[in-house]
């Protein structure tokens, strides 16, 4: 049976498509959160689109576990690596979040608000940033679980979606902490979504279905049936029962890749561009928006974004603001992290930990 491969061009588009996806999340889904009164129908497409939209995390969540399943040496030294680096990508927008919120918002933190947030573990001003503590935390246990994963697929199963869910249930009733709570619920609800990008990858699921729809004998007319089928599943799923976000994320990622190999065949090169460049700025784009919704910048910072007052007006305006931010932070980032990879080289040279 062929081994079914995500590029890592595809695998960029598709965080394109997630980033997008989390901008009208964020942007459009909770009124609450809006200033400015810029449209009347906003409330309708909240109540409906809210949850299908969330899926967007769990986009990038398994796409995480997928690009683990491609890594054959999972070191605590590289992944100590890959923390640093997400770290200082992340406090290089943090400081300038930060900087912006003390001067121009009177915002007056405690150290201990800056050291948890430097963590994610606070969000007063990075509200959307709990994806860091979340991040941290998954790499260093993939490093134990994998092992346990690459045995079986059960046993992948049960330690990769039952287990962390129904522990996470349990510690949540038992424990009254803000941030430990906040924790627990972010790890139930997304690590599963790890999980199952890297099951699927190591034991070639999407490959069997693929085997089993006899996918290359169906007709182009019948794929996109498909293809909408998972889309509308997806949504509808997300509104009705998002428990399963896991599962919906998962067959997404199926199908936008399938809708990927039909941009290649209409040659609708522009629009694998646009994606490509969202997908590469998606973390930072990630990052910065939560400076128009931080309950300490928003009243300043979000008529910057919400001008225009059309919705679609405001998510090209919002979108394009977000990228050229995310390319200049992305210049300072690329430079601190080539710093990075030589002291890696130099100061642990060949040895592992």
């Not at 590029?7 to 989390?22: P, Q, R, T, W």
């Not at 029962?241 to 040659?267: D, H, M, P």
Request: positive net charge; aromatic residues 18%.
């Amino acid at each position: 049976m062929k081994k079914y491969v995500i590029s890592k061009n595809d695998s960029i588009k598709i965080k394109g498509i997630a980033i997008s996806l989390m901008i009208i999340h964020h942007f459009f889904t909770f009124p609450e959160w809006h200033i400015i009164e810029y449209s009347k129908g906003i409330s309708t497409f909240a109540k409906y689109m809210c949850e299908p939209t969330k899926i967007c995390a769990a986009i990038f969540a398994f796409i995480t576990g997928w690009a683990y399943a491609l890594n054959k040496n999972v070191t605590l030294r590289k992944s100590v690596e890959k923390i640093i680096k997400f770290l200082l990508n992340y406090w290089v927008v943090y400081v300038c979040c930060l900087t912006i919120a003390c001067v121009y918002c009177f915002y007056k933190p405690s150290p201990i608000d800056i050291v948890l947030e430097l963590f994610g573990l606070k969000n007063p001003i990075m509200c959307f940033c709990w994806y860091v503590y979340f991040y941290i935390t998954s790499i260093l246990i993939l490093i134990k679980l994998i092992k346990i994963w690459n045995k079986n697929i059960i046993w992948a199963i049960f330690t990769g979606i039952v287990l962390p869910v129904v522990i996470c249930l349990i510690l949540g009733k038992t424990i009254h902490n803000e941030i430990i709570n906040s924790v627990l619920y972010n790890f139930e609800k997304w690590f599963p979504c790890i999980s199952m990008g890297y099951i699927f990858n190591y034991y070639n699921i999407f490959g069997k279905i693929e085997c089993f729809l006899k996918w290359n004998k169906i007709s182009n007319k019948i794929k996109i049936v498909y293809i909408m089928m998972i889309f509308i599943v997806c949504g509808i799923g997300g509104f009705l029962a998002n428990e399963f976000i896991f599962l919906y994320g998962t067959f997404s990622v199926f199908s936008f890749v399938k809708l990927f190999e039909f941009t290649t065949i209409k040659n609708l090169t522009y629009l694998n561009k646009i994606l490509s460049c969202l997908g590469i700025a998606s973390t930072n784009m990630w990052f910065i928006h939560s400076i128009f919704f931080s309950s300490i910048t928003r009243e300043r910072i979000q008529p910057l974004i919400y001008w225009p007052k059309s919705p679609f007006l405001i998510f090209i305006w919002g979108m394009v603001v977000l990228y050229l931010g995310a390319c200049c932070f992305n210049i300072i980032i690329n430079f601190i992290q080539q710093r990075v990879d030589k002291w890696f080289k130099i100061g642990y040279g060949k040895g592992e930990i």
